[in-house]
């Protein structure tokens, strides 16, 4: 298994403002994730962030609302900018450490955004 | 159109008795896995079982039990003995050979225990 860490695990951000999630894990991983869950909502994902490469992101999510970087294999970091109340959502990073169809991903505990 | 369905919003089951959720997915690929996760109120996602394409036998960890049906394209949760613990949310989740990197998740079922 693998001990993933965010931060910040909460915050309330006014409209308009940009934060930065930050995910630390405790094992060199090829693959991250990030995922937003809406209220209420499953878990989508947003892109796929793998190190030395550019993140690759899904349908409706574009690098300029949702930079990421990875600068080495323990470690993201995922922007949202210009931040509204639909963006209230918690955003999760997760890992795969065994690869192929197999390879459960494991989950940092979040970070719950309120945007006012 | 959406590869995993869970039929069920919201399930009630009594405390000591068995629940099955439902999961059905759709897909084309051969090879392809099929996982379960856990989230309590507290949001994090736990990992309860998954199930192979191309495993013969249904998979089991614990009081977790999974019903894989190939051909129907399901793959439901079997939870023994319930316990006021396993009340949260479950969410079925897939993952293909042609987009390993990827995994999708499900709209999910909110799972209620009562005493």
């Known amino acids: 298994s693998a001990v993933i860490s965010q931060k910040p695990s909460r915050d309330i951000c006014q409209r308009g403002t940009s934060l930065t999630i930050q995910c630390q894990v405790d094992s060199q991983v090829t693959m991250m994730f990030w995922y937003r869950q809406q209220p209420g909502q499953s878990l989508t994902l947003i892109a796929t962030a793998n190190q030395g490469s550019e993140a690759t992101y899904e349908s409706g999510f574009v690098i300029d609302k949702f930079p990421i970087s990875r600068p080495n294999l323990t470690f993201s970091t995922l922007t949202v900018s210009n931040m509204s109340p639909e963006d209230s959502s918690i955003y999760l990073c997760?890992?795969?450490?065994?690869?192929?169809?197999?390879?459960?991903?494991?989950f940092g505990e979040g970070s719950r955004l309120t945007v006012l | 159109a959406q590869k995993i369905t869970q039929t069920q919003p919201g399930m009630f089951v009594q405390e000591k008795e068995a629940v099955t959720l439902d999961c059905t997915y759709d897909?084309?690929?051969?090879?392809?896995?099929l996982f379960w996760y856990k989230q309590p109120s507290s949001g994090e996602m736990i990992f309860l079982i998954y199930?192979?394409?191309?495993?013969?036998q249904n998979a089991t960890e614990g009081r977790y039990s999974l019903n894989f049906q190939k051909a129907r394209k399901s793959a439901n949760l079997v939870i023994s003995a319930s316990q006021l613990g396993d009340s949260a949310m479950y969410f079925c989740?897939?993952?293909?050979?042609?987009?390993?990197?990827?995994?999708?998740f499900g709209p999910g079922t909110s799972l209620s225990v009562i005493p």
């Open positions: 897909t084309s690929d051969p090879s392809y896995g």
């Open positions: 997760s890992v795969d450490l065994a690869g192929g169809v197999s390879g459960e991903l494991f």
């Open positions: 989740a897939m993952r293909e050979i042609t987009s390993y990197d990827k995994v999708i």
């Open positions: 199930q192979g394409s191309y495993d013969q």
